[in-house]
């Protein structure tokens, strides 16, 4: 490499004003990419869910407060420590689901016998865009926020 | 020479990484979509399904506009009613909530109106019932004559329209097939080929299936009446006549009553999905069109869907092979039968939907195209549901 083309490179070190413009434009890419992504869906932290068998909420938990047994008939909790509370929910006959909560803020089923186990296989509820539902158990987690309606509908 | 290696070892990652791809896309089965939607009115949500055959239509993909003015003031209330028919049925209504009190009194009225409604088809139309109008049917002796209710009246009148309609390939009477196959029982499926019912059965409940059309339907002063054909098969000694189950047609005959009670009631947003197989879509108060989404009929994940579009104001019904359905030495035994063979239908149709028309007809319409083969389907969409936007799956293999 001659001296000469040797200044030069080191001339062209550091940015130019046309580098920056290549760098501001990756940046705003990378920040639309990321607002379309997320912005578009309801990711706000989960604040509680509620268990429901058939219409009815046999159990409560607020990540706030903690939790609120509703129908102790259904509801069985097997452990709850400092960083998880497991529960039976008895769904009639000898049918079950093994819901596990992390107080950390998520929840997920661990277990069922309801056969098809599409339950289990919910990826675990960590914002309020989803519910778990046990079709054959008629048993549902649902989010303290979930909208009831939100325009998607599923055939 | 350091620089060297490692630009090549750069590459060769690189290289295997896009090889890894390369086969894992191999692998990944190949599905097919028919259609008569116009290119861009849909969406397609998975690289493993191709749009292989596009019909043309005059369909089309309806607006947003419609939503609320106000939407940040609505609610939505909903409430799901299980073991009707045996499938789950869910309404759910937005309304405007600046007036809470008398806005939740009005939905929980419709609400409860909406689970009388279906408690009654549910007594006239459910095999389940002991003395609904089609157990009392499928209890009677061939050539009886039987006084049913004006809902049965209804529903057993359009099945015979829309059996005629699709020249058999709906057909409500294959009810000893999908006992035989172990559906609809509390029996079990089979689990070996031994277990599977002869064909000499099979053929058997396909002709006693293939007098649907016998059936004599008539109101007579303000009564009305079914006439069980006469025709009776017998098999190893025991005489059979026919069954039916009015199941599916009575779900999307529900949807279009609770349709109906909408409109009456006022309710210009919300959904009522029966059984996910019929649903009728109003305005959604915030966005004006619904997002529907497609299952996936070989989905990896509960819920994965291969396709989007929107609906607003119409029914959508549809048919899959994988909501009730076992395998035996790699063939696929599903609850939809075919009248033509008696047997589980496997001519590569995984799913159909129909969006347009009433619910009842697509329930029919949907169970009709997964018997009636790629070629017949095609044709049929293509004289017969040219006001409807139909969408079916294909596996090529």
Known sequence: MSLKKIEQVKADKGFKLSDLFVYAAIVTLVVVLFIVIFATRDDSPLKGIRIYVKNEIVYEYDFGDGQRMLNGNYTEVISNDEKTVVLKINTGGNDYNIVQIDKEGSVKVTEANCGKNDCVYTPELKNSGGVIYCSPHRMKIVPFDYALDDGNIII | ?397
């Open chain 2, 1 to 397: 020479m350091k620089k060297l290696f490692l630009a090549f070892a750069v590459i060769f990652s690189f290289a295997a990484i896009f090889a890894g791809c390369v086969e894992k896309e191999d692998n990944k089965p190949e599905y097919e979509i028919y259609t008569n939607m116009s290119e861009g009115s849909y969406e397609l949500l998975l690289d493993n399904y191709k749009v292989a055959g596009a019909v043309a239509s005059e369909t089309t993909v309806p607006d947003s506009g419609g939503a609320a003015e106000n939407p940040s003031a609505y609610k939505s209330m909903g409430r799901t009613f299980y073991y009707i028919m045996t499938a789950d049925a869910t309404i759910v209504v937005s309304e405007d909530f600046t007036d809470e009190n008398a806005a939740e009194a009005k939905c929980e009225e419709f609400i409860g109106s909406v689970k009388d409604k279906l408690e009654e088809v549910n007594a006239s139309l459910s095999i389940g019932v002991e003395h609904s109008a089609v157990s009392l049917f499928n209890a009677a002796d061939a050539g009886e004559v039987i006084e049913i209710d004006e809902t049965a009246y209804e529903v057993f009148t359009l099945a015979e329209q829309m059996y005629k309609f699709t020249d058999g390939y709906y057909n409500p009477a294959v009810y000893y097939s999908v006992e035989a196959y172990g559906f609809n029982t509390n029996g079990g499926v089979p689990e070996s080929a031994a277990q599977l019912p002869a064909d000499g059965t099979i053929e058997k409940f396909k002709q006693l299936s293939s007098h649907f059309g016998d059936i004599l339907i008539y109101e007579d002063e303000g009564k009305y009446y079914v006439k069980k054909p006469a025709a009776t098969v017998e098999i190893d000694g025991t005489v059979y006549s026919m069954k039916i189950d009015l199941g599916g047609i009575g779900k999307g005959y529900t949807v279009d009553l609770v349709n109906a009670m909408l409109d009456e009631s006022g309710f210009k947003y919300g959904y009522f999905d029966f059984g996910s197989s019929s649903i009728v879509c109003k305005t959604h108060f915030k966005m004006g069109a619904y997002e529907l989404g497609f299952k996936n009929p070989r989905g990896s994940y509960f819920g994965e869907q291969f396709l989007k579009t929107k609906i607003k104001n119409e029914c959508v019904s549809t048919s899959a092979d994988d909501v009730k359905y076992y395998e035996i030495d790699g063939v696929r035994y599903c609850h939809v039968i075919d009248p033509m063979t008696g047997k589980p239908v496997n001519k590569g149709i995984m799913s159909a939907t129909v969006i347009g028309g009433t619910a009842a007809e697509g329930d029919a319409l949907t169970t009709a195209l997964m018997a009636m083969g790629k070629d017949n389907a095609l044709k049929f969409i293509e004289t017969k549901l040219t006001d409807r936007r139909v969408v079916f799956t294909y596996d090529n293999n």
